[in-house]
């Protein structure tokens, strides 16, 4: 393996938008990493995340067709 050719990897403070803070490893300059989002507070880890049901293909197939009843 070559050496001296992968960057620096070292630890940081990663400081999310909702105030929550924790240690990650990277390779990018600067000791604190900003966040937008972080697992405390995306909606889909906290369980806040809302399911739209907006029906499959087979459901709007039929409502742009009918009930798929034969016509006389």
Do not use: W
């Amino acid at each position: 393996m070559r050496e001296n050719i992968h960057p620096d990897y070292h630890e940081v403070v990663a400081s999310c938008a909702c105030g929550a803070t924790f240690y990650t490893g990277t390779v990018k300059k600067g000791e604190v990493l900003k966040l937008d989002v972080c697992s405390e507070c995306h909606p889909y880890y906290t369980g806040k995340q809302k399911n739209i049901e907006t029906g499959g293909r087979i459901d709007k197939f039929k409502s742009r067709l009918g009930t798929g009843a034969k016509k006389k």
